[in-house]
């Protein structure tokens, strides 16, 4: 089973799919506090959470996008990225990105399940998708959209004294947002607030 310390040499792939099926849905006061108004139609969009066995431990995969590109140029995010039209559904859409970004194989992913819905600021409305890799892959990135590819233990993210909680004014109106801060490189946003969802799910939260 997961935790905070999880060694194991195999994740508990049942556990963690009835977790997700069941995770606890956003209380008020969650972060974050935006959520697209009624009479806007967010942009779909997908990502992929990687799990993946390494090291001894299981790590998140999260990828540093480039600086020039239009939407969270230089952030720190997770594959992904809008539905396309042909795209089935949103695990599809998530497998494809993952793919073209950073050259995982669909076939090498296990999906495990869902996070809630993440609104952003931007105009999006982002469908985490948590996925397996039980195997090793060779990384090869989009250079246009990925200027770094790392991981972080597992283990870090699910502890909830890594989760801070910030603020900041965009256009005269406070945002609430969090930040995991992990060996120099600042996770923040909607990823870290999507990883506080998978700690919800997969935590004692």
Known sequence: MISTGIPAPTLDTHWVRERLARAPAPRPGDLPLFRHPDHVAPVAAAVLVPLVWREAEVRVLLTQRTAHLNDHAGQI??????????????????????????????????????????????????????????QPFGVRTDAFEVA???????????????????????????????????????IWGATAGMLHHLYRALGNA
């Open 148 to 186: 770094e590819v790392f991981e972080v233990p597992l283990a870090f993210l699910l502890d909830p004294a890594n989760h801070q909680r910030h603020c900041r004014v965009v256009g005269g109106t406070t945002r609430h947002y969090y930040a995991m801060p992990w060996q120099g490189r600042h």
């Open 77 to 134: 995010s997770f594959p992904g990225g809008r539905v396309d039209e042909g795209d089935v559904d949103r695990v599809h859409t998530a497998l494809r990105e993952a793919e073209e970004e950073i050259g995982l194989p669909r076939d090498c992913v296990e999906i495990l399940g869902m996070l809630p819905d993440y609104d952003i600021m931007t105009g999006f409305r982002v469908t985490p998708v948590v996925g397996w890799i039980p």
